[in-house]
């Protein structure tokens, strides 16, 4: 008995943490670590949305396991999936490798993606450098 309740208890008690709404905040910058502005940043499972302001910064509420997606005209579209509380220090960039008429194979598929996560990877590192997340501290 005295374990059945409180298993009912410890059931509840992860449950209530897990749907509560919490306030996501963060910000979204382009491959040149400019603000972006009016990046329509929306929660697929409430359908809520909101837009950057002129600082690049958002807030949204969400809760553990819902979708945001980030999109913004001549940016590929960015997912991510709320799996704690944090900030969001996002950069925007095209990701589109193919040319018109080109054929690409897989290789040559795998070298461009690379290509372009290890120059997201600086672009992290340069964000840091020059404190642009410092308002979300």
């Known amino acids: 008995m005295k374990k059945s309740l409180l298993m009912l208890v410890f059931i509840l008690t992860i449950n209530s943490i897990y749907c509560q709404s919490i306030l996501t905040k963060g910000k979204v910058v382009d491959d040149k670590l400019t603000e972006l502005i009016a990046v329509n940043v929306k929660n697929t ?18 809760n553990i396991g819902d979708t945001l997606v980030f999109s913004y005209i001549g940016l590929t579209d960015e997912l991510i999936v709320i799996s704690e509380i944090k900030s969001i220090k996002l950069i925007m960039t095209d990701k589109s490798v193919n040319c018109l008429g080109a ?27 020059n404190n642009i997340w410092q308002q979300l501290k």
């Open 103 to 129: 054929e690409w194979s897989k290789r040559d598929y795998r070298k461009a993606d690379k290509q372009i996560q290890k120059r997201l990877k600086t672009l992290y590192k340069e964000a840091e450098k």
């Open 45 to 62: 499972k409430s359908g809520q949305h909101v837009l950057t302001d002129k600082h690049g910064n958002f807030e949204i509420e969400t």
